[in-house]
């Protein structure tokens, strides 16, 4: 089924959504909560979509053609998100399980909040680099930035500020970016680059990139230290 | 009766759009209200606004005043004093296009006005102040009378409404700019009011804003010093004072007033080179009561240029980009696309980085 977003409202396209098992959005233009909830379908979505593409998705696949805006795949329960583009701030906010594949970089404060729970692990990939605040308040699940065709630092300020469970996977030579306190650097070890291995496979399939110059790279990890845990950063109460 | 603002909290989610022809290109006010349309979501009808520069070619040398009155006598009263204080050289109301969608319209007028040349002489000041403080003496001292827009070659058009709404009912694709911005307001609280809708402006300085100032009340105070007065108590119009008072009259640059008013963390300002850092250091100290904390992402129009800027945090969206002489600004990409579906560059700006841009040649003014 092909649904052309122009003149419709985000009601409109989802209704319409909510009767196929396959679907293309053609023409969408920020139409917000594209998908929303959905699951057991596949979506493509050619244009820009709004705010919170695939809010609460789950399992539903949905593959966007262009940039993404803020809060892609907020509180996702499970499904996989694909970018052929860039999102904006708040990516995978809250999300609680699933994939979300970026191609390029996404904006401030990707995966603020994630969250993992008995086998629910949410995978987040960033294929460029991220924003300040990433992690932020990470409570777990797996943020990967990858740092491919970016002429800018890998993260940015604050990375993993409250962040207290969870990893961030950062492919780079050196990260460049003071850290918070309560964040622990590694060097990746052989059991790490093995755990994440098949995302990156993932991310390398759907963007045709070369997994074998990847993983011959270097990867930190960034993990919350239990014995310097977070306090405050914005006020003292 | 309405509550007026500041008698209710009003917290905002708010849209803000900005377009700019480098090359300074007429561009009518088509093609922002468009911007807003797509957005529509992200206002709740209860304001709207724009502001367009370059659109009063023919009186470029006056002061254009718009301003709202609540009653004939205030704009009796308010029309006396500025007989007083300037020559009028075109009075009339503001044409607007009458819509089910844009209620309980104050009337609305519009002036061109000069200083009058032995008032400006004896009150000692320089015209501009002196255009600020009778702006400000209407605003504070009369009952029913609002200017709302009071520089040269620019003006601002706003209402209670949805943007793309009060775009029509100004008739703004009638009008033609290098500059325009544009501003959709989602107050949560209140009734909101035609003075209360963005943009606010002062002198040539207009400021739309998306966002929520936790430091109001601290920059009240201090900027209230300087003779200003937040008739208002939203927390944009101090943003425009503060824009007035940093650039005008203390000689800032744009680039250091940003630094000022989304000043980065003293952890930041340690990790940078040494002139850098000294730099940061004396522009906090010094300015330390005009720092905006809380979530803004804000565009401001000045004469022959437009600077965007996010709160240090970025707890707002931003988007910028760019096909050839032209520069769109948004929150929303989805915006920009609409404006220019050909668009080449588009990216976010940082938190506290201030993306400036100017006309590359003052067209047509001395």
Redesign the interface.
Known sequence: MTVDARGMTFGEINERLRTADEATVENCLGQRFIACGMGGKKITVNGTPGNALGAYLDGAEITVYGNAQDAVGDTMNDGRIIIHGSTGDATGYAMRGGEIYVRDSAGYRAGIHMKAYKEKLPVMVIGGSCGSFAGEYQAGGIIIVLGRRINVPIIGNFCGTGMHGGRIYLCCDEIGVHLPRQVKVRPAEKEDMEFISGYIKNYCMFFSDDYGEIARRHFFVLEPDSENPYKQLYVLN | MLKREGEVRIPSGCAVAGLFSKDGKSISGETIIRAMT??H?RSNGLGGGFAGYGIYPQYKDYYAFHVFYESASAREECEKYINEMYEVINLSKIPVKKSPKITNEPLIWRYFISPDHNRLRDSQLDEKEYVVRTVVHINTQMDGAYVFSSGKNMGVFKAVGFPEDVGEFYRLDEYEGYSWTAHGRYPTNTPGWWGGAHPFAMLDYSIVHNGEISSYDANRRYIEMFGYKCTLLTDTEVITYIIDYLVRRTGLTLEETASVIAAP?W??IE?RSEGERERLTYLRNTFSSLLITGPFSILLGFDGGMMALNDR??LR?M?VGEKDDMVYIAS????L??MEPSIER?W?P??GEPVIVRLNRKNGDS
């Open positions: 797509v957005m979501d963390f952890s930041t990790g945090l970025k969206s988007v929303e990409e989805c915006a696309r609409v588009v976010a940082k938190g």
